[in-house]
């Protein structure tokens, strides 16, 4: 996992005044959702899968040292049945990441969980979709503890639950 976030933080320093987020369109406008103008775009790609990369600026000292960020990933799939490999993979990939612990206390359609990135504890959200023969997954990480206190958290939260409520 660190090799992804290096490649994140490599790709968001490249990317020099980046443009900020506001309306996002996938998978040819059957995937739409908005995100708050402070997120800043930091990596997309194209295809199958189709994945954006938002970083969530974390104003805190320890916001430099750290990489809160929210991923929306689409991929085509043939059935309901596919979108399950799909989701059972993604979380099989999640169950091994160093230190991965199941949080207790998430909504049913909410996989929470903990794992370590370059010893850190952070924490993980990930909610799946299948809408238009596509598996359409949101992943948002932030630093588990980090001095940005609860008022950001909660924001980086409400955040990920707007987007949530829109790709249903």
């Not at 600026?57 to 991923?71: E, I, N, W």
């Not at 359409?136 to 940005?148: H, K, M, N, S």
Request: glycine fraction near 10%.
């Amino acid at each position: 996992m660190s090799v992804f976030r290096n490649m994140i933080i490599a790709a968001a320093l490249a990317l020099t005044g980046a443009a900020h987020a506001a309306d996002v369109s996938m998978a040819g406008g059957s995937v739409t959702f908005s995100t708050p103008d402070q997120w800043m775009g930091i990596m997309e790609t194209q295809g199958d899968p189709e994945v954006r990369v938002f970083q969530v600026p974390d104003p805190s000292p320890s916001g430099s040292s750290s990489l809160a960020r929210v991923t929306i990933t689409v991929k085509q799939v043939g059935s309901a049945g596919e979108f399950q490999q799909y989701v059972s993979g993604a979380m099989g990939k999640a169950k091994a990441l160093t230190g991965y612990q199941a949080a207790s206390g998430g909504a049913p359609d909410n996989f929470v969980y903990t794992a370590q990135e370059n010893g850190a504890p952070y924490s993980y959200s990930e909610r799946y979709w299948f809408k238009d023969n596509h598996a359409i997954q949101l992943r948002c990480v932030r630093p588990a503890q980090g001095q940005a206190g609860a008022a950001w958290r909660t924001s980086f939260d409400k955040g990920c639950d707007a987007i949530a409520a829109r790709l249903k």
